[in-house]
């Protein structure tokens, strides 16, 4: 854990991932400290430089000095953006912590480039459970007397918190592990936090974000447990009416802590958000330097592809990190025809050149020859793909060789899972491109059909004149071979 100071203020924070990497900021809620994100750090940290904050008040970060407001927590934190960062960062925010993730982006937008929220407080109204049962120990322990009397009731009266917290947190048919819940529970009961726990209660009730969601310029996943009893589902819905652009998802079986106890869900979707590299197969594995530049060409070049019609640069990158890219020189295969297939292709640059035999459906004739060429930006293989059928045709690099971006089966299944809107509108995009080439198919068959009715009648009228010519050519002799007969 390192320790920061940002105008005079202490802020202790743990950190992961290469320094020379774009900042993620992960900021806790109401009553934590840094590990209730800490599920999401290894993940991260392939990608990002991991920056969990303890903020003031909590964890070991000492109280701010004056009275703790969600724009002191906002503005302190970019303060400290401004000290680590030289370009946006992707914020990263839990219950309150969302709400200050929020409210950052709202008071310090260049800041923020991008933002994953998990049950951020919204409203600031909490759910009935927290108010009728949590607020009042809260208010209780803002005086100090209080504080004693309610330490001292957890201590005597043993599983007192426990009996508190879990109906408030956590759902049902919850996931999370013992000693995680252990963990959380000490964060909660922090000992010489209570001043600031009430203080961040009030200061949550002050901040409602209701009606200035519409304000907020920067993308974000949002995603909720459906059974969060501490920020309910009804802020979900302020951000479903005043938020459209948000990408909001609700999980099943989880409660307001859903990184724990939906958690390869929820890594999942926010490595698909954040663009991590193939993150189907390399949750795992560290992403290098050169693969994310690789990933933001490949995005670029996306937006002049058939797949790329009407995607952001957010959901372009998300389908530029699920392809390979593969070089192909001169004449080199790239599939062969009967061969299975569970990947398309978008040629990236050179040509692809289709082979078959136009009147071989099985894709083993060898009089095979050229049909088509496939240029930059066009899609090939996707039949294959989609039907995981034998493929019926050669796919060869070109005169210039080719470069292909390799996009298989189960990733477009994931995006389109992940990301019902991207996933639409990239399906689309192919059947776009599909049903563009079968026009053009049906039109080159219609015009040669024409041509053809137009040659063959331009051949019968020629062959009927050149009778007509012999015909007369023919008389004359005829009459004179009569007269001389």
């Not at 958690?263 to 560290?286: E, I, K, M, W």
């Not at 040629?347 to 078959?356: A, D, F, N, P």
Request: aromatic share 6%.
């Amino acid at each position: 854990m390192t320790v920061y100071g940002v105008n005079g203020q202490k802020l202790h924070v743990v950190e992961k991932g290469p320094r020379n990497r774009q900042v993620a900021l992960l900021i806790h809620g109401w009553s934590s400290s840094w590990y209730a994100l800490s599920p999401l750090l290894e993940l991260l940290s392939l990608r990002f430089r991991c920056l969990s904050v303890d903020l003031p008040g909590y964890g070991k970060s000492p109280p701010l000095p004056n009275r703790t407001t969600i724009p002191a927590y906002a503005d302190i934190l970019a303060e400290f953006i401004a000290d680590v960062s030289d370009s946006p960062v992707v914020l990263v925010g839990h219950s309150m912590g969302g709400m200050t993730s929020i409210t950052l982006a709202l008071r310090h937008s260049v800041l923020v480039e991008r933002m994953v929220l998990i049950g951020p407080t919204v409203t600031g109204r909490l759910s009935t459970y927290i108010n009728l049962v949590v607020s009042p120990i809260t208010v209780l322990e803002r005086f100090g007397l209080g504080s004693l009397l309610v330490s001292a009731g957890e201590r005597t009266v043993v599983g007192i918190t426990d009996r508190i917290m879990r109906p408030a947190s956590f759902a049902e048919r919850s996931g999370i592990i013992e000693a995680d819940y252990e963990r959380l529970r000490a964060d909660a009961r922090s000992p010489g936090q209570g001043r600031v726990r009430a203080e961040c209660y009030s200061a949550m009730r002050d901040n409602d974000l209701s009606g200035r969601l519409k304000e907020v310029e920067t993308p974000a996943l949002v995603i909720w447990g459906a059974e969060d009893n501490t920020v309910p589902l009804r802020d979900a819905g302020v951000i479903a009416d005043e938020w459209p652009d948000a990408d909001l998802r609700i999980l099943p079986k989880a409660g307001h802590w859903p990184q724990f106890e939906a958690p390869h869900t929820t890594r999942r979707l926010v490595a698909a958000y954040l663009g991590l590299p193939r993150f189907s197969d390399r949750l795992q594995n560290p992403v290098a330097d050169g693969e994310l530049v690789q990933v933001g060409e490949i995005a670029r070049f996306l937006a002049h592809s058939d797949v790329g019609n009407n995607l952001n640069l957010p959901q372009r990158t998300r389908l530029a990190a699920q392809c390979e890219p593969r070089r192909f020189d001169l004449g080199e295969s790239i599939v062969r025809a009967a061969e299975a297939g569970n990947e398309l292709y978008i040629i990236q640059s050179g040509t692809v050149e289709v082979w078959r035999d136009p009147e071989d459906l099985t894709g083993k004739s060898q009089n095979r020859r050229k049909v088509a060429d496939f240029k930059p930006g066009q899609i090939a293989g996707e039949f294959a793909m989609l039907d995981q059928g034998l493929r019926s045709a050669d796919l060869i690099a070109g005169q210039e060789g080719a470069t292909v971006l390799a996009l298989k089966r189960e990733n477009l299944l994931a995006l389109c899972e992940d990301d019902a809107v991207l996933g639409t509108r990239l399906l689309w995009n192919i059947a776009a491109a599909v049903a563009q080439r079968a026009r053009f198919i049906l039109w080159q068959l219609q015009h040669a059909t024409r041509r053809s009715t137009s040659q063959a009648a331009r051949d019968g009228k020629a062959a009927s004149g050149h009778e007509q010519v012999e015909d007369e050519v023919r008389q004359p002799v005829d009459s004179v071979g009569l007269q001389k007969e």
